[in-house]
């Protein structure tokens, strides 16, 4: 079954650095657009960054100049550069892809969702 898993959240220092992992697996599939969205205590989910499987990225005005979202597509694996942290980017980072899925003779496009990676800035 396909899945989306995490990796690389923290506690890091106000002013630190985090990269973040998704890697999607299991099944045969491939990567379309793939994203990473936050949600803080009490807030809505919102969208960080995304990037199209044609490499165009787009970024949540507060992070500008400061995350970085990339892709391996040989690795069905998207990063999340952070830099810079402050305190506000605290929240639970979840990796989000459609991926084009087979299942038995048929292909279908599935949005995914993985299950949340925490990362918190301290002041």
């Known amino acids: 079954q396909v899945q989306l898993v995490e990796s690389g959240g923290g506690l890091v220092q106000a002013g630190g650095s985090l990269r973040l992992s998704c890697v999607a697996s299991?099944?045969?599939?491939?990567?379309?657009?793939m994203g990473w969205y936050r949600q803080a205590p009490g807030k809505q989910r919102e969208l960080v960054a995304g990037?199209?499987?044609?490499?165009?990225?787009t970024y949540r005005d507060p992070v500008k100049g400061r995350f970085t979202i990339s892709r391996d597509n040989a690795k069905n694996t998207v990063y999340l550069q952070m830099n810079s942290l402050k305190p506000e980017d605290t929240a639970v980072y979840y990796c989000?892809?459609?991926?084009?899925?087979?299942?038995?003779?048929?292909?279908?496009?599935?949005?995914?969702w993985g299950q949340g990676t925490q990362v918190t800035v301290s002041s």
């Open positions: 299991g099944g045969t599939f491939s990567t379309n657009a």
């Open positions: 990037i199209s499987s044609g490499d165009t990225t």
């Open positions: 989000n892809a459609d991926l084009t899925v087979r299942r038995g003779s048929g292909l279908y496009i599935t949005n995914f």
